[in-house]
């Protein structure tokens, strides 16, 4: 199925939770904030939250600097 991530495309398979999603990126889910169809997704939630069809994505890193 289709999903937005970023303003990207991706096809990820249907089921796949936001856990699945950061894990396939290489992406920690402790340095990464998660908005689902304009809603903030839970870190807690991020093994649950299953995403649906075309959902509209867009994951914030944040990163460390001095």
Do not use: H, W
């Not at 199925?1 to 889910?29: H, W, Y």
């Not at 807690?44 to 001095?66: H, M, N, Q, T, W």
Request: proline share 5%; hydrophobic share 40%.
């Amino acid at each position: 199925m289709n999903i937005f991530c970023n303003g990207k495309e991706r096809q990820i398979a249907e089921g796949t939770v936001v856990s699945d999603l950061l894990s396939s990126l290489n992406l920690s889910p402790e340095t990464v904030v998660v908005e689902c169809n304009t809603m903030i997704v839970k870190p807690d939630e991020y093994s649950k939250f299953v995403l649906p069809e075309d959902a509209k994505l867009e994951l914030i890193r944040f990163v460390g600097g001095g």
